[in-house]
């Protein structure tokens, strides 16, 4: 019961975009409940980029376009994100051509 509830704390980090944080509670939970078989380091990574991607996307569209790539550059420093910034050169690519 505590490592559900430390999962999903973790879960809840990670969608705030704080990795620290998330990366402790999934540790926790893992140490807890040994049938947990996550990658602790790439689940936060995977949805504090997640978090950051959607981030970056939101400020695209309000045309804050050095905010939208920040947090894209921010997204990439996590582990196994190679399709999603594939995506987003896609679309850095085609927001300097609109200009």
Known sequence: MA???????????????????ALRSFKKACQLDKSITIDPSQAAGRLVAEYLVASGI???????LQA???????AGQYPRLYHLM???????SHSQNRR
Do not use: M, P, W
Not at 58 to 64: E, G, P, T, Y
Not at 68 to 74: E, G, L, R, V
């Open 3 to 21: 490592a559900d509830v430390l999962l999903e704390a973790g879960k809840c980090h990670a969608g705030n975009g704080n990795y620290e944080q």
């Open 58 to 64: 939101r400020k695209a569209f309000l045309d804050d």
């Open 68 to 74: 939208a790539f920040a947090d894209f550059s921010q």
């Open 86 to 92: 594939r995506c987003i050169t896609s679309f850095q």
